[in-house]
């Protein structure tokens, strides 16, 4: 399904706390375009300013995918697997599947 398609769902921006299912940080001084997915498909979509967060609640405990995209309009950006609860902390955006996560560093 087109990017631009998926935009089209409602997005929710939310802090982050042990009920949600996987979340994403922003720790760019960018604004990005943000995808927060669970395993059971529950997906939020943003654009989020420098330490702003988005998580999108799953149930299961089976965690989910979170993606980086420049805008909208880009095809290619970056996606990270995330263990349910869990927050991925975007550090650095690089095209292509080259972003630099904060899980990187564990």
């Known amino acids: 399904m087109p990017l631009r398609v998926i935009l089209a769902f409602a997005c929710v921006v939310a802090p982050a706390s042990a009920a949600t299912g996987v979340c994403v940080a922003n720790g760019t001084e960018e604004a990005y375009l943000f995808v927060a997915e669970a395993r059971d498909g529950v997906r939020e979509i943003a654009t989020l300013q420098p330490a702003a967060t988005l998580c999108s609640p799953g149930t299961g405990g ?4 979170v993606s980086v995209f420049e805008s909208a309009e880009h095809q290619e950006g970056c ?3 995330v263990a349910e609860g869990a927050t991925e902390t975007l550090l650095r955006y690089v095209d292509f599947d080259r972003c ?3 899980s990187h560093d564990d």
């Open 62 to 65: 089976d965690g989910g995918v």
């Open 79 to 81: 996606s990270r697997l």
């Open 100 to 102: 630099h996560w904060s």
